[in-house]
């Protein structure tokens, strides 16, 4: 029995939603083979069984009309990402080409378009300008089009390309034939922009500025996507990039600095204070403390000792500590996390917009109508150039111009304004997940809480003076750059001076101030710990928090409070998310006592805690199967297969690039309430876009039987689309205003 394996193909050449579409089918039509092709990554991924030859594959996706490559090798080095070479030099080359190629035929289509619709503009001989200065436009500005509108015909099948090229093409071509053979060319025409449905003397009239228009506002929309779409993979770059490139190999004694991919399971090395650890290993020699926030998501670094386990990517902050690698390479938990945020990625469901999915009907219709169209009128014997001019007139109303800006203009204006309100949106896909989102899970360090540990209360035992407590426990502390540390002493305003400090290796350290000998610590350092000092370190750890003991002389004579604290107005952005329809969960990899506490002071009642980076999937797809629609908000690297696995991933902008680059949506504000922002600017503009595509399809469905009827001359037909064009540009610019 053969087993089935898995291929991952990089597509080239795909155009819109319904070219995946057609590899997909293509692909599902050979034998034991399952394909899912995503349009935003230009990747498809194949399960075939494992004798089945590749070429196999490549063949068939070529046959669809597309191209196919196997990825590039895995490169040895760790910090590479594999076959990432090939496909992103070519998509960064596709994306200035088509930059050029826009600015170019914008360049060139304005005045064309002006002098067509002003006619004090219209000097001796326009028309021959404006015919050199379209055709390049025309021919080298929609090569795109033309090359898939040939693709589609040598398939039997159509898209809007199709229709955009067969509309550029017929408007071209006429206004060549009224140049050439009619009387459009004489010196002194004049082309009078008026609305009427007069049936004149067709070859008089030229459509140069609609041929041309049409090019460079769909090249804009194109350009726009795309340019979008290019950060697909950049997650896992973001990823890979956190680890560490070199390594202190410890051989013999002797440090040598060598590239990590040297690194072997069970050599030993050695992390510097400020360092991060290489790879996955086990401490051999020295005691320290671990900063995991951006991979585990502990907001408080954690102690390690002599066989104690560290995690690749984590920063040493303050030690020096000897460790044994266990896992490198591939087998490393930052390497599984990434593949955790190519699967999510790659398992997201394909929005198909609804201009592609009507294209599909809609294209073939009005191919159909406008040759119709011009046998009726030869049939009923009204004349050659009255019967082209209504299948023209067809042609250019139906030319989906507007359909093609609906989506992109609204993008576009609601980015720029979400970006002025600290909020990065991704694409449209992320407008059609916010609209359905009805579950919104909270990361909580860095995400409700700052992340970053403070002072926040002094408890001193009966008759003891708090101001000297603090002060005292401060000059021991101010040697050290534990962030326990640190947050006792800049949380102490003015701190006094220790002598003689020395570090007690895990438990805290002891020092003389102002004659008295100082320990600040553990609980357990003292012989005698008062009823009161107890309840309080007691009532601290109860609330997640870490209590510092310090005392004189064996009695403890106090207790500090450090803690991960509330983000200002966390619990009102709870509140919003709440008024918007959403339910709000948080999660963490805190300890239950720390999470429960931040939530009873935000307002959030479901809490899962301790939680492991591959265990925050298993809650978001835990609340999928029970049919929410979840949107995740976090910031850490142990947050991004999470966020890419949610309908809605939303990454807090003082996050790591990782969980910015796996998300849908970033809050570059680093403030929760953006997140309510989000949601409201989003659901907003996908309500724009719809309105778009709706009067975009309204026009054409109005202006269709009008033209084919010969109500409409084709220059009548180019404005009714001018004004399609504008009107959805004016309908965007509305969000401008969006508060």
């Known amino acids: 029995m053969s087993t089935d394996t898995s291929t991952e ?11 995946a579409n057609r590899i997909e ?49 895995p490169e040895p080095a760790p910090g590479e990402v594999v076959g990432g070479g090939a496909s992103v030099d070519r998509r960064d080359l596709e994306l200035e080409q088509l930059r050029q190629r826009l600015v170019v035929s914008a360049l060139l289509s304005v005045p064309v378009i002006l002098m067509a619709m002003v006619p004090p503009l219209q000097f001796t001989h326009w028309q021959w300008a404006s015919l050199t200065l379209a055709a390049p436009v025309v021919v080298w500005g929609a090569w795109p089009f033309h090359r898939a509108a040939w693709a589609n015909l040598r398939h039997a099948t159509a898209t809007m390309d199709t229709l955009v090229s067969v509309g550029v093409l017929a408007a071209f071509g006429w206004s060549l034939y009224a140049l050439f053979l009619g009387s459009a060319g004489d010196p002194g025409m004049t082309h009078p922009f008026e609305l009427t449905i007069e049936r004149g003397d067709a070859t008089m009239n030229i459509y140069l500025e609609v041929a041309a228009g049409v090019t460079t506002f769909l090249l804009a929309g194109r350009w726009f996507e795309k340019r979008a779409k290019r950060q697909s993979g950049a997650a896992l770059r973001a990823l890979l990039e956190l680890g560490a490139k070199d390594v202190r190999l410890l051989r013999d004694g002797v440090e040598t600095l060598v590239p990590v991919g040297e690194l072997r399971v069970g050599d030993e090395f050695v992390v510097r204070p400020g360092e991060k650890v290489a790879t996955d290993g086990e401490v051999v020699d020295g005691i320290s403390a671990i900063d995991t926030s951006t991979v585990t998501g502990e907001s408080v670094p954690r102690e390690v000792g002599p066989g104690d386990a560290v995690t690749g990517a984590c920063v040493n902050a303050h030690g020096r500590l000897v460790v044994r690698a266990t896992r490198v390479g591939a087998d490393t938990q930052l390497a599984q ?14 929005v198909q917009r609804l201009a592609d999915r009507v294209s599909g009907i809609f294209v073939p219709l009005v191919l159909l109508l406008a040759a119709g169209t011009l046998g009726w009128w030869l049939g009923s014997g009204a004349g050659a150039t009255a019967a082209f001019t209504a299948a023209v007139a067809v042609l250019i109303v139906a030319c989906p111009c507007a359909l093609g800006l609906a ?93 003689a400090v020395t570090g007690l290796p895990g438990l805290g350290a002891r020092g003389v101030v102002e004659g008295v000998e100082v320990t600040v610590g553990r609980a357990s350092l003292f012989a005698t710990v008062p009823t009161e000092v107890a309840e309080a370190v007691a009532a601290a750890e109860g609330d997640g928090r870490t209590p510092v003991v310090a005392g004189w002389e064996g009695v403890a004579r106090g207790v500090l409070v450090v803690s991960d604290t509330l983000k200002p107005g966390a619990a009102e952005a709870v509140r919003a998310l709440r008024d918007l329809g959403l339910r709000p969960l948080l999660v963490t990899g805190d300890n239950e006592g720390a999470a429960r506490a931040v939530a009873a002071e935000v307002g959030i009642d479901e809490v899962v805690a301790g939680v492991m980076p591959s265990e925050k999937v298993d809650v978001v797809e835990r609340l999928r199967a029970e049919g929410r629609v979840v949107a995740m908000v976090g910031d850490g690297v142990n947050d991004a297969p999470a966020l890419a696995s949610a309908d809605l991933g939303l990454a807090m902008g003082a996050g790591t690039d990782v969980a910015i680059e796996a998300s849908d949506l970033t809050l570059v504000r680093d403030d929760l309430a953006a997140a309510v922002d989000a949601v409201r600017l989003s659901r ?6 719809k309105g778009n595509l709706f009067w975009a399809f309204a026009y054409n469905v109005a202006a269709l039987p009008l033209a084919a009827a010969g109500l409409l001359n084709p220059m009548l037909a180019g404005a009714a689309m001018a004004f399609s064009s504008v009107f959805v540009v004016t309908n965007s610019l509305r969000l401008r205003r969006f508060r």
């Not at 990747?43 to 669809?64: F, I, Q, S, Y």
């Open 9 to 19: 193909l990089e597509i080239s050449g795909m155009t819109c939603a319904s070219c």
């Open 25 to 73: 089918r293509k692909l599902n039509k050979l034998d034991g083979v399952e394909a899912t092709v995503n349009y935003a990554t230009e990747k498809a991924r194949v399960r075939h069984p494992d004798g089945l030859d590749l070429d196999v594959l490549l063949a068939t996706v070529e046959a669809a009309g597309y191209s196919a490559a196997l990825p590039a090798p």
């Open 337 to 350: 996390m990434a593949r955790l945020v190519e699967d999510a990625q790659s398992g997201k469901a394909e």
């Open 407 to 499: 989506t992109p203009t609204a993008l576009l204006v609601g980015t720029g304004r979400g970006a002025q309100m600290g909020i990065l949106i991704k694409g449209p896909e992320t407008l059609e997940s916010t609209r359905r989102v009805d579950t919104v899970v909270l990361d909580k360090t860095g995400t409700v809480t700052t992340g970053v540990m403070s002072l926040v209360d002094v408890v001193a035992a009966p008759g003891e003076d708090v101001v000297r407590l603090q002060r005292w426990a401060a000059a021991v502390e101010a040697g050290s750059e534990h962030p326990i540390a640190r947050a006792v002493v800049e949380g102490t305003p003015e701190p006094a001076a220790a002598t």
């Open 684 to 689: 907003r503009t996908l309500a724009t876009i």
